[in-house]
């Protein structure tokens, strides 16, 4: 490795095993690679994660640091193998370039060994957690569109509410994404297959039988089961995020032609960083004291500790997902893995169709809000960056990672930043702006008060603003409906809009720069047809038609709001339009009003004014 690479080097600290924060990271030597029973320890994003410390009281520290190193039986986390790595004769690494791990040449027409993607899952099972999830619908639809000859999807499925998985899968398969797939292709749907289970137990609550089904078949597995709430209490964000992803490990090293384990992260599991690369950072504690600690204390307790364990990070969401990815480097051994991390996911650009959205999360809902014009004011930094990524470029992603795993075996364990900050920034006035227009160009039906919005840095003035456009309209408007007998929901609503502010205005008011070198090589590794049928590169989105196509599609897949509707409410936009500017006139002459009456000095000065005006109007011939 380069001593240009060297210098990007981001390694693993060595925290004690008692539950106390970790040490600054010790640098590596970037030259040599650790030796474990005779093969290469696996790497840590574009270098391996080595540390030195093998003392007692950093055993675990020790065994990660080699990421528990490749080995037919799994990972050995003992002392006295770490001790034996750091006493081990050092092998230097594979070349590299530019700091990125090889191999990464660019596609050649005449490299008779390249593997479309389409062929490399021809014949393949693929299984899926969280497919029943936002990103995990949008990769199955993908994979049995672009990829016909894939054998089988099987699909991990919570029994829910009485429901069957079976029907939870009929229900799934019914919804508009798959109405495409549903008209030309529909026997490729029954080769989506569920499995009964459910990732906060243990074994995944998944059967016997249908483990050994599994072990059997699979030969691509992505992960993308997560709890996205980002106020959710530590322990389900731990049982979810970390053990579920230790228990999905467990299963993986059962499997007998593994090829790739892609695990989905998020960019924001170092949010206490300015600057993130695609390695993997020391955690704060330990991943398996935290996991004791919630097997043990009382989760009103654990309430409590909450703000101190996760420190800087603003919720347990970015803590949790941290702290898996390193139990990932330490657990995985010789398993393919590779780690894609998307920023702010949010609607479909092109696929299945553009704008498909399935829910209110991050900045649909308060676009939402803001379509509603109920909406009018938060806290963000307007110049800053909004790193957000339409959901069918991460699937794309996801899968040529799964491809370029399986094809090009490597030590390392790759971590792809998908983001657009670095290669496509747009700025969150731009966002805004282009929201505004298109709300109002395509207005909601229904639509309360005309949309309007200010993005400030000033948190009294800002506060002001929300009692004054949010909370006051909101308990007139419940006022009313109680008095004509009503349900009232607006300040209900007000309250849930308040707490979805909360919860973005941290990633709103900071800014990260996410590199993203290993999805850029990756791209270039593709051939020209493959980069065309599995579109990743976020250079080719057009922010303005983008948002446009972003709220026409929240319009019509969330709120069941069909086109035919448009021309009525854009009549009542234009009222609300005319009703809006009224009332701002209406204000300011009341203020003015109130002013004057209050203030004898400016009432004196108003009438020197209008005199000096009408003096001026008489010297106008034509007046």
């Known amino acids: 490795m380069s001593h240009a690479a060297a210098n990007k080097t981001e390694t693993e600290a060595a925290p004690n095993s008692s539950l106390k924060q970790s040490a600054a990271p010790q640098p590596a030597n970037s030259h040599d690679a650790k030796l474990l029973n005779g093969t290469l320890a696996r790497t840590n994003g574009i270098t391996h994660a080595a540390s030195v410390a093998t003392s007692s009281s950093s055993g675990y520290a020790s065994s990660s640091a080699v990421g528990n190193g490749a080995g037919s039986g799994g990972a050995s986390s003992s002392l006295p193998a770490a001790a034996a790595v750091a006493s081990s004769t050092a092998l230097p690494l594979p070349p590299s370039s530019n700091g990125l791990q090889m191999p990464y040449e660019r596609f050649r027409a005449d490299d008779t060994s390249y593997v479309p993607i389409g062929q490399f899952y021809a014949g393949r099972s693929v299984f899926i957690t969280g497919g029943t999830g936002f990103m ?160 043990w204390l009382p989760e009103d307790i654990l309430d409590q500790l909450t703000p101190r364990l996760i420190g800087k990070r603003p919720n347990t969401y970015t803590f949790t997902k941290a702290l898996a990815e390193h139990m990932l480097l330490k657990e995985a051994g010789n398993l393919p893995v590779a780690i894609v991390r998307p920023s702010i996911v949010t609607a479909s650009l ?182 065309e049928i599995f579109v990743f590169d976020v250079r080719h989105i057009n922010w303005d038609k983008y948002v446009e196509r972003y709220v026409l599609g929240f319009r019509e897949f969330l709120f069941k709001q069909r086109p035919e509707s448009l021309p009525a409410s854009r009549k009542r936009m234009l009222r609300l339009y005319y009703l809006h500017q009224l009332t701002k006139l209406v204000a300011v002459l009341l203020t003015w009003r109130f002013l004057m009456s209050r203030s004898k000095r400016l009432n004196d000065l108003w009438s020197s004014f209008l005199e000096n005006a009408l003096k001026m109007a008489r010297l106008i011939p034509f007046l």
């Open 136 to 295: 995990g619908k949008v990769l199955v639809e993908k994979l049995l569109r672009s990829c016909p000859d894939i054998r089988n999807i099987y699909l991990l499925i919570r029994p829910k509410r009485g429901q069957e998985v079976s029907a939870r899968l009929t229900e799934l398969l019914n919804a508009p994404l798959f109405e495409s797939l549903r008209q030309e292709k529909p026997k490729e749907l029954s080769k989506v297959i569920p499995i009964s289970g459910d990732i906060t137990s243990e074994e995944l609550g998944i059967s016997e039988k249908d483990q050994n089904l599994l072990c059997r078949n699979v030969s691509v597995v992505f992960h993308s089961a997560a709890t996205v709430k980002f106020d959710e209490k530590l322990k389900l964000s731990v049982t979810i995020n970390m053990l579920g992803t230790k228990r999905l490990v467990e299963l993986c090293h059962r499997m007998l032609s593994l090829d790739a384990l892609i695990h989905v992260s998020t960019a924001y599991c170092n949010c206490d960083r300015t600057d993130v690369s695609e390695v993997i950072y020391a955690p704060p504690y330990n991943p398996d004291d935290i996991i004791s600690l919630i097997n």
């Open 350 to 531: 092109n696929e299945p169709f553009a704008g498909w959205v399935d829910n209110f999360n991050g900045p649909t809902g308060l676009v939402s809000a803001l379509a509603k014009g109920m909406f009018r004011t938060m806290m963000c930094e307007k110049n800053y960056v909004a790193d957000m990524v339409p959901v069918d470029i991460v699937i794309n992603l996801m899968i040529a990672a799964a491809w370029r795993t399986a094809t090009r075996k490597s030590n390392n364990l790759l971590i792809y930043n998908c983001c657009t900050g670095q290669r496509n920034p747009i700025i969150w006035s731009e966002f805004v702006k282009h929201a505004m227009t298109s709300v109002r160009k395509h207005p909601l039906e229904g639509c309360l008060w005309y949309p309007t919005g200010d993005l400030r840095m000033n948190r009294p003035m800002n506060t002001l603003n929300c009692i004054a456009k949010h909370f006051l309209p909101a308990y007139i408007l419940d006022g009313v409906a109680r008095i004509m007998g009503k349900k009232p929901f607006v300040v209900n609503v007000q309250n849930k809009i308040a707490k979805a502010v909360e919860c973005l205005e941290y990633f709103a008011t900071r800014q990260w720069r996410f590199k993203d070198d290993n999805v850029h090589a990756l791209l270039h590794t593709l051939s020209p047809k493959d980069r």
